[in-house]
Antibody
Framework: EVQLVESGGGLVQPGGSLRLSCAASGFMFSDHVMSWVRQAPGKGLEWVSTISDNGGSTFYADFVKGRFTISRDNSKNTLSLQMSSLRADDAAVYYC????????????WGQGTTVTVSS | QSALTQPASVSGSPGQSITISCTGSSRDVGGYKYVSWYQQYPGKAPKLIIYDVIDRPAGVSNRFSGSKSGNTASLTISGLQAEDEADYYCSSYTNSDSVLFGGGTKVTV
């Protein structure tokens, strides 16, 4: 079964750090560009970051540059998002998504993991 | 960059057709053919229904169709059904190697 399963969400204090993971299965993970997209409670979708198939290129939304780092381990079929200096407005459901080709369309999504930023 | 502009809500009766607009600029929607549309039910992950402006992934109903004119892309749902009641989001690749989403449109049947 083709699947993306996120983990690592939780409650963190403002200024804190958190690492999200996404386990991929059912497809050739190393052949595909991968991304993170988030959705704050009651709000719309927001692209966060994208990483190329070999990990050599990374792209970030301006609002996370310098604070978040996307990475992947193709030997373990795992995508990660290291988040630091977290702010209240980073609170959201974070989705792992597979890109259709490059930074264009997301044709497979995980179920999401919730990040809450509060003291 | 600001989100792409979508109407907050659109409604229609069963069997009717509705169109959702998605307005950006020449730096995104108008400059590339990489416009996508997603359907999202409450509490669920989004689902890709249109990519590259007009293409449908396998398994997506042909009642969904996409188009683009200038800086505005559109999603048309024909033969509206109760199951089409959901939130719809457009997205576009941008000239800064990023993706911009629209604010979302709630479709009521």
């Amino acid at each position: 079964e083709v699947q993306l399963v996120e983990s690592g969400g939780g409650l963190v204090q403002p200024g804190g750090s958190l690492r999200l993971s996404c386990a991929a299965s059912g497809f050739m993970f190393s052949d595909h560009v991968m991304s993170w997209v988030r959705q704050a409670p009651g709000k719309g979708l927001e692209w966060v970051s994208t990483i190329s198939d070999n990990g050599g290129s990374t792209f970030y939304a301006d609002f996370v540059k310098g604070r978040f780092t996307i990475s992947r381990d193709n030997s373990k079929n795992t995508l990660s998002l290291q988040m630091s200096s977290l702010r209240a407005d980073d609170a959201a459901v974070y989705y792992c998504a597979k890109d259709l080709k490059t930074i264009d369309a997301f044709d497979m999504w995980g179920q999401g993991t919730t990040v809450t930023v509060s003291s | 960059q600001s989100a792409l502009t979508q109407p907050a809500s659109v409604s229609g009766s069963p069997g009717q057709s509705i169109t959702i607009s998605c307005t950006g600029s020449s730096r995104d929607v108008g400059g590339y053919k990489y416009v996508s549309w997603y359907q999202q039910y409450p509490g669920k992950a989004p689902k890709l229904i249109i990519y590259d402006v007009i293409d449908r992934p396998a398994g997506v109903s042909n009642r969904f169709s996409g188009s683009k004119s200038g800086n505005t892309a559109s999603l048309t749902i024909s033969g509206l059904q109760a199951e089409d009641e959901a939130d719809y989001y457009c997205s576009s690749y941008t000239n800064s190697d990023s993706v911009l989403f629209g604010g979302g449109t709630k479709v009521t049947v």
